[in-house]
Nanobody, 121 residues
Framework: QVQLVESGGGSVQAGGSLRLSCTAS?????MGWFRQAPGKGREGVAA???????NYQDSAKGRFTISRDYVLNRMYLQMNSLKPEDTAMYYC?????WGIGSLDDRTYVYWGQGTQVTVSS
């Protein structure tokens, strides 16, 4: 069993930055960040595979950076140049199986409770 706790969400103006953190209760393999806006489905934002390779949703490329600290069992999402359409609840997800960083939420077994990101124009 893995517990995931997100932090770092908040309210910012368009063009601003936020850094999300996800702390896992133990080491994991693949991890990812997902988000869900009101009235919309959950979508993958960025993911990191077992080998450290990264994968980004097109809208996140060039603006967001995913990273991991394997010693602290943490994952981060640095979000720059935020836009109002980035407003959503952001979730951390993890899996214990070896593989690439997938943006498909069916890949992941463990989920955090989410942290809210609100970007105003």
């Amino acid at each position: 069993q893995v517990q995931l706790v997100e932090s770092g969400g908040g309210s910012v103006q368009a063009g601003g930055s936020l850094r999300l953190s996800c702390t896992a209760s133990r080491s994991t393999s693949r991890m990812g960040w997902f988000r869900q806006a009101p009235g919309k489905g959950r979508e993958g934002v960025a993911a990191v595979g077992s080998d450290g390779s990264t994968n980004y949703q097109d809208s996140a490329k060039g603006r967001f950076t995913i990273s991991r600290d394997y010693v602290l069992n943490r994952m981060y999402l640095q979000m720059n140049s935020l836009k109002p359409e980035d407003t959503a609840m952001y979730y951390c997800a993890a899996d214990l199986h070896w593989g690439i960083g997938s943006l498909d939420d069916r890949t992941y077994v463990y989920w955090g409770q989410g942290t809210q990101v609100t970007v105003s124009s």
